[in-house]
């Protein structure tokens, strides 16, 4: 039998039936599957403490170590270079903070440019398992009505590495230049240590033991993760299918089937705009635009970015909050328009400031009030919910491999981003290159809004329904209201 036959045979011998989950929705949230989510998503932090980190570190790094602005990008940029499906999602995790911690290490002791380069590359390899594992493991062992809370946990830990990157950035400025940015690498080591045996604590996927056929050890987990031994059992005869690798390639990239071309299309577009918004990049060289704005202390500047932090992370908290209630699309809309705005708002301010002497005090405030305005909205939309939608629109078959390419252009245009902002700037200035970056956001708006169906509240299993036909949602809710 096609494995597209075994998994519609199992759902119908589902003793819950085919629209079991109306029934058997949870009314709070399972506190095993929040724990599972938890444990997951704090790898994130690692990536978040080094972006808001190397902000700051950079600029003693560059007197320190007397580099040039293209060693500096190269430096971030390199940060950004399918394990899961083999030694399994727990274990990935567990892979990835340890190659983080080793990175971390290197770099706190570098001796040299060339040195910090090797410990940043290495750190980038455990930045890469991360992003790919957390979001796949925590949508996998969410029930739908959790799904969008618990699938953007991981955000919420990158911000909140950020402002503590940003806040050790604060607190250790004033320490001699050979040491701080050394300390200020270095202390990642920690977490990552942590983390790493924290995680082994946690159960595997549910969806990975049944693409192992180990259906029992499956059951297990999804009877302390879902309310009701009838939802797990639906969850698991709705997975039970021994998907395999095989061919899985050639499916995404030479020959997908109309929806899954539809679900490609989101995940690299959404990632792709992720990043081409320019919101890591701002980030990693807000001091330089601050600086380039007329602020040149450096505890002022890191001052500045410990505010801009806390708003980011005030406004990812909200929108992991109310992503289940408002839905994927509103908050997408809205983030990426208010991009939009803040950006030629900062680009405007930028602009005036660059044709002024005086550098009026108002013209500065207005700036910072744009950058906080730019990764604000950022938090609301793009940041939180890419690694939720990307990690759930995908089949089980195909999930692994299809977030995996969702990242990897991610991190590609990241990459690409952090390695060209200061070249491009330089050339156009700051203020032409935010003009640059509210155009794109523009056109991230329309895409979207073209292609981005609401996911909230459906199954897993139910979203491929949503790609296959543009009037699926509604089959879907008049299925379930007649089911």
């Known amino acids: 039998m096609a494995d597209t036959e075994l998994a519609q045979a199992l759902e119908a011998i589902s003793p819950v039936g085919v629209h079991s989950p109306t029934n058997i929705k949870p009314h709070r949230l399972n506190i095993h599957a929040l724990a599972c989510a938890l444990l997951a998503s704090t790898n994130s932090i690692l990536l978040g403490y080094d972006i808001g980190v190397m902000s700051g570190a950079v600029l003693f790094i560059k007197e320190n170590l007397e580099i040039s602005s293209t060693q500096v990008e190269i430096l971030v940029g390199v940060l950004n270079e399918k394990p899961q499906d083999y030694i399994g999602r727990r274990y990935t995790i567990v892979l990835a903070a340890t190659t983080f911690l080793i990175g971390a ?196 500047l890191f001052g500045v970015n410990v505010i801009m932090g806390s708003a980011k992370t005030s406004f990812v908290l909200f929108s992991a909050l109310f992503l289940d209630r408002f839905g994927r699309r509103p908050l997408f809309l809205l983030g990426s328009a208010g991009m939009a705005l803040s950006l030629a708002v900062l680009g405007m301010s930028s602009k005036f400031l660059e044709h002024s002497n005086s550098k009026p005090m108002w013209a500065i405030v207005l700036c910072v009030v744009a950058v906080c305005g730019v990764v604000s909205f950022f938090s609301i939309g793009l940041g939180p919910i890419t690694w939720v939608y990307s990690s759930e629109i995908f089949p089980l078959r195909l999930r692994a491999q299809g977030s995996g390419l969702a990242i990897s252009v991610n991190r590609l245009v990241s990459g690409v981003m952090s390695m060209t902002f200061l070249t491009i700037s330089k050339k156009i200035t700051f203020g032409g290159m935010f003009f640059v970056l509210s155009g794109i956001m523009v056109v991230a708006t329309v895409f979207f809004y073209v292609f981005m169906p609401e996911t909230k509240g459906k199954t897993l299993e139910e979203i491929g329904a949503l790609f296959e036909d543009k009037n699926a949602e509604a089959s879907i809710d008049y299925g379930r209201e007649m089911g």
């Open 105 to 300: 290490l290197l770099m706190g002791l570098a001796p040299s440019f060339p040195f910090l380069m090797a410990g940043r590359v290495i750190a980038g390899v455990g930045v890469g398992y991360s992003l790919m594992i957390a979001p796949v493991y925590s949508a996998e062992i969410s029930p739908a009505m959790a799904r969008g809370f618990l699938t953007s946990l991981p955000e919420v830990f990158i911000v909140f590495g950020i402002l503590l990157g940003y806040i050790v950035n604060y607190a250790l400025s004033g320490l001699p230049q050979h040491i701080n940015w050394r300390l200020m690498l270095g202390l990642a080591a920690i977490p990552s240590l942590l983390i790493g045996c924290g995680v082994i604590a946690m159960p595997e996927s549910p969806r990975w033991l049944v693409m192992q056929g180990r259906l029992d050890d499956a059951k297990q987990v999804l009877i302390k993760i879902s309310d009701t031994i009838q939802e797990a059992d639906f969850r698991l005869n709705s997975s039970s299918a021994k998907w395999h690798g095989h061919g899985v390639y050639k499916e995404l990239l030479l020959r997908p089937s109309r929806p899954v071309r539809r679900m490609l299309i989101a995940a690299l577009g959404i990632n792709f705009f992720m990043q081409a918004s320019g919101n890591d990049a701002v980030i990693y060289y807000c001091p330089e635009v601050f600086k380039d704005a007329g602020i040149h202390s450096k505890k002022v």
